[in-house]
T-cell receptor, first 110, second 116 residues
Framework: QKEVEQNSGPLSVPEGAIASLNCTYS??????FFWYRQYSGKSPELIMF????GDKEDGRFTAQLNKASQYVSLLIRDSQPSDSATYLC??????????FGKGTLLTVNP | DVKVTQSSRYLVKRTGEKVFLECVQD?????MFWYRQDPGLGLRLIYF???????EKGDIPEGYSVSREKKERFSLILESASTNQTSMYLC???????????????FGPGTRLTVL
């Protein structure tokens, strides 16, 4: 059974700080890694994806992947109250399915 | 932009009723998925389909069936609804091309189903 683990939180950060969200996965054959943001009562929306070891930056968001440690993270710089949401880590393998973590609730305090 | 739509945002049904949830995508995606999402349990895959008339069971298929007669449409059927099927149901779609596992899934708005 493939597993994706996330700290459920809540993770609380002050406005303007860096929020760090972490995810570990069990399947060494995993090839693709996605971060989705889900506001309360809404559906998940894709914010970042990463396939190769290292960092990938997109605006205030940076995804980091370390396949040797089976670890993927999302950094949110200059956090805003609008970033308050649940962040889902999803991992893809050789088929078309994704395995999702249970999500980390992030709260950004003004 | 990819658009995935679901037939209802909110639905209330009685125990024992047959329930149809419909999902339509307009981006010619081959893969379509049905998930349910419950507090503390995360997203769980019920069924997915990688082509018309093709389907595979996900992690929790019991009590559900699916139908995919057209590429753009994927239906989830609760043959006899039970209270433990009260949940948020999410449909998603993705491409099935050379990028394989690198294709992201796009979600519909979800259907909040309550079974009384």
């Amino acid at each position: 059974q493939k597993e994706v683990e996330q700290n459920s939180g809540p993770l609380s950060v002050p406005e303007g700080a860096i929020a760090s969200l972490n995810c570990t996965y069990s399947d060494r054959g995993s090839q693709s890694f996605f971060w989705y943001r889900q506001y309360s009562g809404k559906s998940p929306e894709l914010i970042m994806f990463i396939y190769s070891n290292g960092d990938k930056e997109d605006g205030r968001f940076t995804a980091q992947l370390n396949k040797a440690s089976q670890y993927v993270s999302l950094l949110i710089r200059d956090s805003q109250p609008s970033d308050s949401a649940t962040y889902l880590c999803a991992v893809g393998g050789s088929n078309y399915k994704l395995t999702f973590g249970k999500g980390t609730l992030l709260t950004v305090n003004p | 932009d990819v658009k995935v739509t679901q037939s209802s945002r909110y639905l209330v049904k009685r125990t024992g009723e047959k329930v149809f949830l419909e999902c339509v995508q307009d981006m010619d995606h081959e893969n379509m998925f049905w998930y349910r999402q419950d507090p503390g349990l995360g997203l769980r895959l019920i069924y997915f389909s990688y082509d018309v008339k093709m389907k595979e069971k996900g992690d929790i298929p019991e009590g559900y069936s699916v139908s995919r007669e057209k590429k753009e449409r994927f239906s989830l059927i609760l043959e006899s609804a039970s209270t433990n099927q009260t949940s948020m149901y999410l449909c998603a779609s993705s491409l099935n091309d050379w990028r394989g596992a690198y294709n992201e899934q796009f979600f519909g708005p979800g259907t909040r189903l309550t079974v009384l």
